[in-house]
């Protein structure tokens, strides 16, 4: 979000799902797509059938793998090494778009300068993968265009993502691959709405529609609109509001429809946190472990209950409708905010339905400037949106770009490596990632008993090589242990994770894989290095 | 593309070039009987029910046959009607006649084509019936595989290659003997199979069914809640229960399509598990307990919180609206700029 | 098996085209096609494990289970059907108490039939293993069986 | 490398030394059907015989050069004289042979066929006026049985790659001309004239082009493609070749029958030699034309004989016909690229088309048939083989001359070409001539050249049962009138066979062929119903008295016959109890047996083994009536 909102003015999908189709290359880097974005990968699958050039980048053997046309499998956490050293390739062999560079970018200069360090053999000895490989990888992502450049989890949950974002900016940008069809740098939402919640101001440094809080302009005009005074000051992000409840000094903590005490990287911390708290305000649908934890728990409606929006990652506004009732005295999350804010002597929280909310933030967001419910009634409308008679945007900096000179900017980049690496103790380096049959922490899928059925419990995923040298055979409980915590699943051994990897989800309670992940933070974006920690493994 | 007329049983139907006979007769409202068509896939030509004559001498089969302007289509040509009544006379004789107990009654295309070919009893009974007896493959949560009512029309075949790129279940042996299968035949949970029902959807009898489905009363059109793609669904609602989910073909993001957690992922919806009050901890446990006492406690514990002292963490889950009056609340009412949610997750 | 497997595939790392070449090489290696080197098969070309059984079971020439010492195969070409090779095939199916398609539980003979061996005009046949013994009656099936009773 | 001319040269020398040597040469037929009858083991036994007793000859393996009912076949030609053909050679045979005619001078004119080339040999017919042969054209087999096929340079010799030496001096179009003047007709059965195929392939448009050897020879009751590849296998090479460069082509493949182990092998060997000689590889002779061929073993598939199914199975797919509408195999083949695909003995007879002229080929054959067909001449008949007679000869002379006439002086009845997809045809029809049209009138098909001859103690009604049985199996499943149309056609001819007919079912076998003919995606299915409609219109009473009096005329359907002892005649010899499968014959020793109905399962042994003299069993239809209580369900 943070690292190409600077390099490009927005930390969206630049382009949509359904152009995904239309490219000539993707490029899809630190995203189990089949797996955690199944539908939208069936447009990637699509191209690659008809043809495209499907380059895929992951540390595993992943299931997309079967429709590549390319499989960098570099080492987790040498993306921008990966990513520049392609970048190199591509501008020693002349095949930069000069042109767009040189009328839509700046500090291409300093950028090029910043390549030194990428040559092929450097590359290839950090990444782990054949440099002749990359070289092509890089040549056809440059010469056989439209090229997308699809991204997730993959690339931000490291303690240098936003070096790995703007790499990816770099690369689509010395391409001339923005602000047209099929092209991109597209990074996927986990969640339904990540990019409502962003959008919405849902974070400590920005308003509605990315509006600085610390802008004295924006700071007025919320002031204005909600006939209150404003801090100024930037709020604490998620890991550093754990660390300020664990230092005391935030003592009530008001916590909707999340589960932190399975899905916060380095669980321990976050449970104990709690713990600290004077009080605790959950929630939820149900009954999670981190609910357990409050002082008071709110019954809240399901999507199936209630009526609002959601926006989809390729920044699409769609309505959601009430369809059941919700159940018992359960309510929609935003009656129980306004309630409690009523129940305050707040003004301004008295909606009578969630158009009217809406009405409020396209008054005050300017890319929901022309969002009404009326006219999401169709197939929804993708932001910028700024009027009432604008059609919407499916494809991001098509004339400039977001930033304030307007042009694009160029990310000189050097590699670092990730906070933890496997060491004599800690031999196995620990990546995450998910299960096509769940969600998250499980609170909804693993209570569909067919979802439960297909996919029951951890498994520790583990190269039949490692697997041999600690004599575990398929299916045999392990213990996993990080500096941090440790925990237990039975393992599945398998070449799709290559010697040295072992990979797990975070969906299972049974085996909490975030008690071992690092909390490192990306210094930008703040994003914890859920994809590599060191562990070991022991047979129980 | 250019536009052609073509005739179909003396009527002119307008059609664009590259359209198929049998697509321009759909697209102007005429029923050409059909089965292994499916208009998301590829035309198979493998059924031969939707057989036509072609410029009054040559049989083709129109799901296959490119339009052309002056082309002069019979549907009823004496030939014509021969194949397709032999043609569906031998499906039939070799299916199940257990439609009233069976998923697809009423919505079954094989009905519809023998309706439609007028298959009579006494014209049935001059064949030698035979029904496979293979076991139904009940192995996965979600739906049934039931061999014994194939058509081998194979399009979930087409729809798990064409559309899905999964290939779990291909065409195996051959002859009468072919049969839709995993590899070695094995249940299908034990396959690479995805669960993601598009099969399921297409199957035009009851071979693939979803298990334990019941037809909604009502549906509402909405969005999934699970990942960012953000998936039309139409919710289908019996009573106050979401009893099923299929995909919004209209909505521009999946146009229909959907994946396991979509489509079969709903039934925590009505979990029993569900918080159904608020709840307050009393002497280290949950309690239930009414709104206002809920709402009194906390208005005042924040109340008491003002400042920094405060956070709070949004969803991701849930609506823009939900969010924004959250973010108002924390900012407007709290005094701070302490939110975040769980985006970096 | 896995080595005997590997050393067979090693040569065809992703050619989907040479599906049947493979299949007909393993099967000479292991005698038939287990589960398992049809997964191999699949993913050392590269084709969904689906396609490899898809493209075995299409083929008479492959089998799933293992076959007996001997393969006895009756021919039901045109020339041996009107010379009596139904005949031969109920006699050998007596002999040996399996119906065709059937291996005996001693795992000596595997019974089958074949579209035709070409030895038309020395009808009725059948083929034993690599040998072809010609105009038979159903008296000489026991014979021929004992002969191979080694 | 040396030019075609030195090439020539040093095989004649080779050959005529061997021809013409001072030793005599024994030429041993050694394909696949001399093998089943015995011939490696007399190989064997003229070794052993000759190193014993001191006599010198060159064994030569040879293929077959057709009659089949004669083998093991051993030509032997001496010096200076005429060769003698050698019929039903056992190794005792072998050792009267050696010492007789190669140490001595008496040929044993009672243990030959005839004798053929230069010269005579006293008491013994020239095979040529031998009724069997004197109709006969031997074009496409006019090396097999000649030349070791295993020897390049024999080939050579005999005006091997002449073909392939003049289509490279000639322009692209030019060979194609003169496919097209010599109107030879696609060889695998349906007829199309090759040289259009071959203009198609030509025009066709692509960078990469095939030439493709249809070698899946599943017709059951036809083995003449093995034969030609077997005996002859250069010929098809250069056929092939011929092709490639005709149509622009740099790839070949012949897909060839798994189950011609032998032929696959000749193949390679072929391949191995004719890359040595340069006749394969890059810059062929010399030339900036370059092509290779690659062997594909097909791996049991009757539906690949089918061009389309046939292209997929090369690229590792299921063998299931394309579509129609659908691309021709020369626009969009193998790889979807463009695709000459012909059969073996198309191939094979292009380079003679070449080397002699189009004129040449086809001064023999009719007008719209040129040329010579192939038959499996084979079932009921007396001399069975592989033939090849001038196209226009009729039935008649095929199976009463050449074939000598029905076997075990039966009855004629019909005769079955085409195989599955063909038709029967009953005496009335014995004097069609045989070419594609007359065929095709009659309600048969040429096909690749299965013709099986039936006596009146075969069941018509059996007979369609039998194809469809195959048809049913064979069938790729893939569309709905082929999959349950043949299974449909099938059980009610069981039915039929097993006395459960019903009213109607003649009516409903015709509608049902028709449909299946009218519906079906491929030729297969197309066709699949021919047994049916040609015996029902040749022989429906034998179908009514199926259904009506529950008879099987031919007594060949179980259910329908009984099986009797004639109290007048049985001895009580004890040999039929004792032969009996199932005991189901009871009797003591000297008095009349009786076969207990309700136990018998029809095998006709007791019959077989009742001696002559006795001929005390009978065989009836409809059935004896059986005892209520013992009543056995008998299934056919």
Request: overall charge negative.
């Amino acid at each position: 979000m943070a690292g190409l909102a600077t390099s490009l003015g927005s930390g969206a999908m630049t382009n949509s799902i359904a152009e995904i189709s239309g490219a000539s290359t993707i490029f899809a880097i630190g995203t189990n797509t089949t797996q955690a974005h199944p539908v939208l990968a069936l447009q990637a699958k699509k191209a690659a059938r008809e043809g495209a050039n499907l380059i895929v980048a992951n540390p595993k053997e992943i299931d997309l793998c079967r429709h590549a046309t390319i499989h960098l499998q570099h080492r987790p956490g040498t993306d921008v090494a990966l990513v520049m050293g392609m970048i190199k390739v591509i501008v020693d062999a002349g095949l930069a778009d000069m042109e767009f560079i040189n009328s839509r970018c700046e500090n291409f200069d300093a950028f090029v300068d910043s390549l030194a360090e990428f040559d092929l053999a450097s590359v290839e000895k950090i990444t782990g993968v054949p440099g002749e490989l990359i070289s092509k990888a890089a040549k056809i992502f440059a010469s056989e265009g439209p090229s997308s450049i699809l991204y997730c989890m993959g690339i931000t949950q490291h303690c240098h993502g936003t070096d790995n974002v703007w790499s990816l900016s770099n690369l689509a940008l010395v391409t001339g691959n923005l602000g047209k069809a099929s092209a991109g740098v597209n990074p996927l939402r986990g969640q339904n709405n990540v990019q409502g919640s962003c959008d919405m101001g849902a974070l400590p440094d920005v308003y509605p529609g990315y509006q600085k809080v610390a802008k004295a302009e924006s700071k007025k005009k919320f002031e204005a609109a909600w006939g209150v005074s404003l801090s100024d000051q930037e709020g604490l992000t998620h890991s550093e509001i754990f660390d300020d409840i664990h230092d005391g000094k935030i003592t009530a903590l008001y916590l909707i429809g999340e589960n932190p005490y399975l899905s916060e990287a380095n669980a321990n911390h976050a449970i104990e946190s709690m713990n600290r708290l004077d009080f605790l305000v959950v929630q939820d649908i149900f009954l999670t472990e981190t609910a357990e934890l409050a002082d008071v728990v709110l019954p809240a409606a399901s999507f199936a209950e209630k009526n609002g929006t959601f926006s989809n990652t390729e920044r699409r506004i769609q309505r959601i409708r009430k369809a059941v009732d919700a159940p018992g005295e359960a309510k929609p999350d935003w009656q129980i905010v306004a309630a409690i804010a009523s129940r305050m002597g707040a003004q301004g929280f008295d909606f009578e339905d969630e158009a009217q909310i809406m009405n409020e933030i396209a008054s005050l967001t300017p890319s929901y400037g022309g969002i009404s419910y009326e006219r999401l009634e169709g197939g929804g409308i993708q932001w910028p949106c700024p009027t009432q008679d604008h059609p919407g945007t499916p494809t991001l900096h098509v004339e400039k770009f977001g930033t304030p000179s307007g042009k694009a900017q160029f990310m000189p980049l050097s590699f670092r490596d990730s906070a933890e690496l496997p060491d004599d103790e800690y031999p196995f380096l620990l990546t995450t990632d998910r299960s096509l049959f769940h969600y998250h922490t499980g609170s909804m899928t693993r209570r569909v008993a067919g979802l439960e059925q297909l996919d029951s419990e951890e498994f520790l995923k583990i190269n039949p090589k490692d697997a041999a040298s600690l004599g575990l055979e398929d299916n045999e409980v392990v213990q996993i242990a990080s500096r941090r915590g440790q925990t237990q699943a039975k393992t599945k051994v398998t070449k799709i994770c290559p010697p040295g990897l072992v990979s797990m989800t975070f969906h299972f309670a049974e085996s909490p894989t975030n008690v071992l992940t690092s909390p490192a933070l990306d210094p930008v974006a703040k994003i914890p290095e859920t994809k590599v920690c060191a562990v070991k493994l022991e047979k129980v | 593309m250019s536009k052609v007329t073509l005739t179909i049983d003396g009527l002119q139907i307008p059609a664009k070039e590259g359209m198929t006979v049998l697509e321009a007769a759909q697209a102007s409202g005429l029923y050409i009987p059909n089965l292994c068509n499916h208009p998301d896939l590829k035309p198979a030509g493998l059924c031969r029910v939707c057989v036509v004559k072609m410029d009054d001498w040559k049989i083709a089969i129109s799901c296959k046959l490119p339009v052309k302007d002056g082309m002069v289509i019979s549907t009823e040509d004496p030939e014509v009607q021969q194949i397709r009544k032999s043609t569906v006379e031998l499906l039939v004789a070799n299916h199940p006649m257990t439609c009233l107990t069976c998923e697809a009654d009423g919505d079954c295309e094989l009905q519809r084509v023998a309706h439609y070919v007028g298959i009579t009893q006494e014209n049935l009974n001059r064949y030698r019936r035979s029904v496979r007896s293979i076991p139904i493959d009940r192995s996965n949560p979600f739906f049934d595989f039931d061999h014994n009512k194939c058509i081998l029309c194979g399009i979930c075949v087409r729809t798990c290659d064409e559309l899905q790129n999964i290939n779990a279940i291909d065409y195996a042996q051959r002859g009468v003997d072919s049969i839709i299968s995993t590899l070695a035949n094995k249940p299908i949970a034990e396959s690479r199979c995805e669960s993601c029902g598009e099969c399921v959807i297409r199957c035009p009898v009851a071979a693939l069914a979803p298990k334990g489905a019941q037809e909604p009363m009502r549906e509402v059109k909405s969005i999934c809640s699970y990942c960012g793609v953000g998936c039309g669904v139409m919710l289908g609602v019996r009573g106050q229960k979401v009893v099923s989910v299929e995909g919004d073909r209209d909505n521009p993001v999946n146009k229909g399509s959907l994946c396991v957690k979509g489509r079969f992922g709903y039934r925590f919806i009505n979990h029993p598990e569900r918080l159904k009050t608020p709840l307050i901890k009393k002497n280290g446990t949950l309690e239930e307990a009414s709104w206002d006492e809920a709402l009194d406690l906390i208005a005042e514990k924040f109340s008491n919180s003002k400042g920094d002292k405060f956070a709070a963490l949004a969803s991701a889950r849930i609506t823009n609206e939900d969010n924004y009056l959250i973010q108002k609340f924390t900012r407007a009412v709290m005094g701070t700029n302490n939110i975040d949610h769980c985006a970096r997750l | 098996m896995e080595e005997r497997l590997s050393a067979v595939l090693s040569p065809y790392e992703g050619r989907k085209d040479a599906l049947i070449p493979i299949l007909q090489k393993v099967q000479d290696e292991l005698g038939y096609l287990p589960d398992d080197a049809m997964l191999e098969i699949a993913k050392t070309t590269g084709l969904p494990e689906s396609r490899v059984y898809a493209v075995a079971s299409f083929y008479a020439q492959f089998r799933f289970t293992p076959r007996g010492k001997h393969t006895i195969m009756v021919c039901r070409g045109t020339a041996c059907h009107v010379r009596g090779a139904e005949r031969i095939l109920e006699e050998t199916e007596r002999s040996l108490g399996i119906v065709e398609g059937e291996t005996t539980e001693d795992q000596k003979y595997t019974l089958e039939t074949v579209a035709c061996i070409g030895c038309c005009a020395l009808a009725p046949c059948v083929m034993i293993d690599e040998d072809v013994e010609a105009k038979l009656t159903p008296q000489m099936v026991p014979e021929i069986l004992s002969g191979r009773n080694e | 490398m040396m030019n075609f001319t030195e090439i020539q040269e040093q095989a004649r020398q080779e050959w005529d030394s061997l021809q013409s040597g001072s030793v005599p040469v024994i030429a041993v037929g050694t394909a696949t059907c001399g093998r089943s009858a015995g011939a490696l083991g007399v190989v064997q036994a003229f070794e052993e015989e000759m190193s014993e007793k001191g006599v010198e000859a060159h064994i030569v393996e040879v293929g077959c050069i057709g009659p089949c009912y004669a083998e093991p076949l051993v030509n032997i030609t001496k010096p200076g004289r005429a060769t003698v053909a050698y019929k039903n050679v056992t190794k005792k045979m072998v050792t009267e042979i050696v010492d007789n005619y190669l140490k001595g001078d008496d040929p044993l004119p009672h243990y030959t066929l005839g004798s053929f080339g230069e010269g005579t040999v006293e008491n013994i017919p020239r095979i040529l006026d031998t009724p069997s042969f004197k109709p006969q054209e031997r074009r496409v087999f006019r090396n097999c049985g000649v030349i070791d096929p295993t020897n390049i340079n024999h080939y050579i010799a005999n005006e091997g790659y002449n073909g392939l030496s003049k289509a490279l001096t000639m322009t692209q179009s030019e060979v194609v001309e003169e496919m097209k003047k010599s109107g030879l007709r696609g060889r695998g059965g349906g007829g199309f004239p090759a040289g259009r195929k071959w203009e198609a392939g030509l025009n066709a448009e692509g960078d990469q082009k095939y030439v493709v050897c249809n070698a899946d020879e599943g017709d059951p009751g036809a083995f003449m493609d093995r034969a030609v590849i077997e005996g002859d296998p250069h010929s098809v090479l250069e056929g092939m070749i011929i092709a490639g460069y005709a149509i622009g082509a740099d790839t070949g493949y012949i897909y060839v029958r798994a189950e011609y182990p032998l032929a696959i092998r000749r193949l390679e060997r072929a391949i191995e030699q004719a890359h040595e000689k340069g006749f394969l590889g890059n810059n062929i002779l010399g030339t900036d034309f370059s092509f290779d061929i690659n062997i594909f073993p097909g791996a049991g598939a009757f539906v690949c004989g089918e061009s389309t199914a046939l292209t997929l199975s090369i690229e590792g797919k299921r063998g299931m016909p394309r579509v129609a509408p659908r691309p021709r195999t020369t626009e969009q083949g193998l790889y979807d690229k463009p695709t000459l695909l012909n059969n073996v003995k198309t191939f094979s007879s292009a380079p003679m088309i070449i080397t002699r002229g189009a004129e040449w080929f086809a001064s023999i054959g009719t007008e719209k048939s040129t040329g010579t067909a192939i038959f499996a001449l084979t079932g009921k008949v007396n001399n069975c083989g592989l033939i090849e007679v001038p196209m226009g000869i009729t039935l008649r002379e095929i199976i009463y001359d050449i074939g000598g006439g029905v076997a075990d002086g039966g009855r004629f009845k019909a005769v079955q070409t085409g195989g599955p997809s063909g038709g029967c045809l009953p005496e009335s029809l014995l004097d069609t001539p045989i070419d594609y049209d007359s065929l095709d009138e009659a309600g048969s098909i040429m096909g690749s050249g299965g013709m099986v001859v039936m006596d009146e103690k075969t069941c018509m009604v059996d007979v369609a049962r039998y194809f469809l049985d195959f048809t049913e199996i064979e069938s790729c499943g893939q569309c709905v009138p082929c999959r349950l149309g043949t299974k449909q056609l099938l059980d009610i001819l069981k039915d039929i066979c097993a006395g459960k007919g019903k009213k109607g079912d003649i009516d409903l076998l015709i509608e049902l062929s028709q449909s299946v003919h009218g519906g079906s995606v491929c030729g297969l299915g197309q066709t699949a119903a021919n047994p049916v409609l040609t015996t029902i219109r040749y022989f429906r009473d034998e179908f009514e008295a199926h259904i009506n009096d529950k008879c099987c005329p031919a007594k060949v359907c179980k259910p329908l016959i009984s099986f009797r002892i004639l109290e007048d005649k049985c001895a009580g010899c004890t040999l039929c109890a004792k032969s009996c499968p199932v005991n189901a014959i009871s009797g003591e020793k000297k008095e009349v047996h009786v076969i207990d109905q309700g136990l018998c399962v029809q095998c006709g042994v007791c019959m077989e083994k009742c001696p002559k003299k006795f001929s005390a069993v009978e065989c009836l239809s409809p059935k004896l009536p059986v005892a209520p209580k013992e009543t056995t369900e008998v299934v056919a």
